[in-house]
């Protein structure tokens, strides 16, 4: 490995989870951090830290300074974390350009699949199947109508340049296409500075199931398995599961047959997840390619037993793959549960503020990836993200059932969370049934009660209690004397 030292350009808890695998690895990390980020716990975990003065989000985006600070600390590579800059192509090149390894993919494919009409198009060469839709970007929206009429609707219109959600819009009849391709095209403008656009088939009740691939630089292309993100919010992921409890195992075969052979036939390099719509009737649907580490990592690392992180680094060091898919086996259920600083009751809305009491779950098949502790003020510049909560049994049942044990354990005071939320999915019958589809959470929400449950507080009245009666028997004791 020639990589003895990397620079982390993010922050949060994955800053902390790529320092930790450079620990086990014995590579030095390097921080960077806002000045509203001192109190991070990744900036005093790392070996060195360093500070970047500025706009609080925008220093994170700096190319020069990050990687003139990388070349100032002796790194020779930079690992993006997710967001941010990771998928920048101009990065990725800027790195390479001057002399440092970028830990994730070749510029090439990190600028293809950050188009969605050129990757699918790309993908639908190889045999990959994709939705039916336009094939070239979208400006007009008197040519948008007409491509969307030949299609038929119920239609949905997207941002080539998109992501997360943004600059979609899903279309049922043909009167209201125009005002909402319009909308969605503004969205886009505003987003991501782009505006052109492609229409697809809408896909009704579909499953969100998304396959981890990881890959040398040798051509050896490994999946590791599958994770299904159905359960989301406003096209935000919220609970993530691998595997999927509700995949039969031919379609599980196929979504691995396909994305590995495509990472294969395309000379893929790094980590990097392929996400699939699968239809009422089973039918998959590639949609789009992340190329970069997921924030839902960690449950596939748990059924798999593979550090994903420590992989990445390896393989962008040169390093050939350690093992073969034969020599994989994905055992149990892991689910991750996303705990944001949001509030539930106020229509999700962020919270910032100190976090002046906390309590982590723990015990048998549970995994906390957190930025939280004690005294660390939530702030309100960032992502609401602030603790991934995994857990895992043998079974789907036993996952759930360890679920609603780790969720009731856990105990976060001074900001409004969802947590709420999460235990509320867990006590629903279809989620226990696995009965759920990327429409479950905008079904379920209305009859969820959300509110906050004070665990800490029984705690306490019943230490309270046990105070009380020690303070009886050291009477007692005193009168038997007597
Ligand atoms: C779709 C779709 C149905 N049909 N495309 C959402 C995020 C982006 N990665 C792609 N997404 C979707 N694309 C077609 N042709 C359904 C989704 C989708 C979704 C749509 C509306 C509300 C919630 C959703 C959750 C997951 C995926």
Do not use: D, H, S
């Given at each position: 490995m020639r990589i003895k030292k990397i620079l982390i350009a993010s922050r949060g808890e994955i800053a902390l989870r790529i320092i930790r695998a450079c620990k086990e690895l014995g590579i030095r990390s390097v921080a960077i951090f806002s000045e509203a980020d001192v109190e991070g716990i990744w900036v005093r975990k790392a070996d060195e830290a360093y500070p970047l003065l500025g706009d609080p989000l925008r220093v994170y985006l700096d190319i020069d300074k990050i990687i003139s600070l990388a070349k100032k600390a002796e790194c020779e590579a930079i690992h993006p974390g997710y967001g941010f800059l990771s998928e920048s192509a101009e990065f990725a090149k800027a790195c390479e350009e001057n002399g440092l390894i970028f830990i994730g993919p070749k510029p090439e494919h990190i600028a293809l699949f950050g188009d969605k009409i050129a990757s699918k198009e790309a993908m639908k060469s190889i045999g990959v199947p994709v939705i039916e839709g336009s094939q070239k970007p979208l400006r007009d929206k008197k040519k948008a109508h007409r491509i969307a009429r030949e299609i038929g609707y119920p239609v949905i219109i997207k941002a080539a340049f998109g992501g997360g959600g943004r600059g979609m819009r899903i279309v049922e009849s043909d009167e209201e296409f125009e005002a909402l391709f319009e909308a969605a095209q503004n969205e886009s403008m505003k987003f991501f500075g782009k505006k052109e656009m492609f229409v697809e088939k809408y896909v009704k009740n579909p499953r969100h199931i998304e396959v981890q691939i990881i890959a040398d630089k040798y051509g050896n292309v490994v999946h590791l398995g599958e994770r299904d993100c159905s359960i989301q919010r406003r096209h935000q992921k919220v609970i993530e599961i691998a595997p999927s409890p509700n995949l039969s195992q031919e379609v599980r075969k196929e979504l691995y047959r396909i994305a590995t052979k495509a990472m294969f036939r395309l000379g893929y390099e790094s980590v990097g997840t392929i996400e699939f719509l699968i239809d009422e009737n089973d039918d998959i649907y590639f949609i789009e390619m992340n190329t970069r580490i997921q924030v839902e990592h960690p449950v596939t690392e748990i059924i798999s037993g593979i550090d994903i992180v420590q992989r990445m680094i390896e393989i962008a060091g040169g390093d050939k793959l350690r093992f073969l898919q034969e020599e994989l086996s994905l055992r149990g259920y892991a689910i991750e549960f996303r705990i944001n600083a949001e509030d539930p009751r106020k229509n999700f809305f962020p919270t910032s503020g100190s976090v002046t009491r906390y309590m982590a779950p723990g015990g048998p098949g549970v995994r906390m990836d957190s930025l939280?502790?004690?005294?660390?003020k939530v702030l309100p510049y960032y992502d609401s993200l602030i603790a991934k909560l995994i857990v895992w049994s043998l079974d789907w049942e036993g996952a759930v059932k360890k679920a609603k044990r780790a969720l009731d354990e856990f105990y976060i005071e001074g900001i409004a969370t969802n947590i709420p939320l999460h235990r509320a999915i867990v006590e629903d019958e279809d989620f226990q049934k696995a009965h759920f589809n990327t429409n479950y959470l905008d079904k379920k929400l209305s009859e969820f009660d959300l509110e906050m449950r004070n665990s800490i507080e029984e705690e306490e009245k019943k230490m309270k209690r046990i105070q009380k009666v020690i303070e009886a028997i050291k009477k007692n004791k005193l009168s038997y004397r007597q």
């Open positions: 939280l502790y004690t005294g660390y």
